[in-house]
């Protein structure tokens, strides 16, 4: 019989199989990447496994904006409309509070109102570019508000999540496709590709964590009172419906987890008097825009 058939030797044990060599420098190769992909983040100083580097991050990220922009409705004309100036106006004040006006990213930093009026969301791609549907601005109540979101997605960005996702999304990856490789039982290879998803799964839910406390901190640095993070947080619950699935299979926290944590990091950073420094700003009436009158174009 042919060893590749995994035949018995005379011992009678089972004989050796090749696709253990080769799983095993799949594997090595993927650890071997992951070690190496170790940088320290120009902002914070941590040490991270990160896939690109942050010019890297710039360009993807402005390559990927228009795609993404089409597939949520289009950008919002800030020309055009009060709401898509104030978004940028909000955006560009968080980061020249924060540490971000004075990270690699400061001048690449855009913020963008997107015409999708169903999906209540905000992201941020690598490098700056940052995003807010119309349905989720329609559903905040002031300005700070619209801060506390735009904080975290700049949270995002500083922590370098994306670039550190993908490092961590290859790694899994190698390592699901090694034990697929090594075995010859097909409940191995699923189970090992189940598992690379709940740990990035995991580690998704500690970067949103990670991002609401710091956008906590670059909104109060910019003026705007953290507690209506909180608000934020109960927006989102509204808007789930409370359909959600378990938290433990979901890349976000619940909001009712967001809302503990959150809660428990203003009182322990902010002093009463501090609060009372700090402002709602102005209301957004329900994102019509009333109220508001546009400013001149700039072309």
Do not use: C
Request: charged fraction near 20%; hydrophobic fraction near 35%; proline fraction near 5%.
């Amino acid at each position: 019989m042919s060893i590749f058939g995994g035949g018995y030797n005379n011992s009678g044990g089972r004989g050796f199989n090749p696709r253990w060599i080769i799983a095993a420098v799949i594997a090595i190769i993927g650890l071997v990447s992951y070690v190496g992909s170790r940088q320290k983040n120009p902002v914070t100083g941590e040490m991270q496994h990160v896939a690109m580097s942050v010019e890297q991050e710039r360009a993807l990220g402005l390559q990927a904006a228009p795609q993404m922009a089409q597939q949520m409705g289009g950008f919002v004309d800030p020309r055009r409309d009060p709401d898509a100036q104030l978004v940028a106006e909000v955006g560009n004040k968080i980061v020249r509070a924060s540490e971000a006006g004075r990270s690699p990213y400061s001048d690449n930093f855009h913020f963008y109102l997107l015409d999708d009026r169903n999906t209540v969301n905000a992201f941020a791609l690598p490098g700056g570019q940052i995003f807010i549907t119309r349905a989720l601005f329609d559903r905040l109540e002031n300005e700070a508000q619209l801060a506390g979101v735009l904080g975290h997605e700049i949270g995002h960005v500083i922590h370098r999540h994306s670039a550190q996702q993908m490092a961590k999304g290859q790694l899994g990856q190698m390592l699901a496709t090694a034990a697929g490789v090594g075995s010859d039982d097909s409940r191995v290879a699923m189970g090992a590709q189940m598992a690379n998803q709940m740990v990035q799964l995991k580690y998704g839910r500690g970067d949103e964590s990670q991002s609401d406390s710091t956008g906590v901190d670059y909104m109060a640095n910019a003026g705007y009172d953290p507690r209506e993070m909180l608000g934020v947080m109960q927006i989102l619950k509204k808007a789930s419906g409370g359909g959600r699935q378990p938290e433990f299979l979901s890349s976000h926290p619940l909001p009712e987890t967001r809302l503990q944590e959150l809660d428990a990091i203003i009182k322990q950073r902010f002093k009463p008097t501090d609060l009372q420094r700090l402002s709602k700003g102005q209301p957004l009436h329900g994102g019509s825009g009333a109220g508001r009158s546009a400013k001149p174009e700039k072309w």
